[in-house]
Nanobody, 119 residues
Framework: QVQLVESGGGLVRPGGSLRLSCAAS????????MGWYREAPGKERELVAA???????NYADSVKGRFTISKDNAKNTVYLQMNSLKPEDTAVYYC?????????????WGQGTQVTVSS
């Protein structure tokens, strides 16, 4: 079994910063790709940022230059540093890992963490 645990969400004022973390544990052989998604009320879940096993990154246009995704392979953890936050960044943020366990490759999701940007 694999578990993903997120942390770091909260309430922040416009222009502020937050750092999200997502750590994986369990029967992990290797982690292939990691990503952060978000889901705002009434909207579909969208990709925010992703990082591959070799460290290549990509970002949604709406967050480029403001958000940074990074990872710590030794800790099986991915981070999302969010700066210059805007009210439209308000959403539940989910991490997703593509993990190779002993027998197969699957996508695993975190439980979600609420980010609210409001004055």
């Amino acid at each position: 079994q694999v578990q993903l645990v997120e942390s770091g969400g909260g309430l922040v004022r416009p222009g502020g910063s937050l750092r999200l973390s997502c750590a994986a544990s369990g029967s992990i052989f290797s982690i292939r790709n990691m990503g952060w998604y978000r889901e705002a009320p009434g909207k579909e879940r969208e990709l925010v940022a992703a990082i591959t096993r070799n460290g290549s990154t990509n970002y949604a246009d709406s967050v480029k230059g403001r958000f940074t995704i990074s990872k710590d392979n030794a800790k099986n953890t991915v981070y999302l540093q969010m700066n210059s936050l805007k009210p439209e960044d308000t959403a539940v943020y989910y991490c997703k890992f593509n993990i190779l366990t002993t027998y197969r490759v699957d996508d695993y999701w975190g439980q979600g963490t609420q980010v609210t940007v409001s004055s």
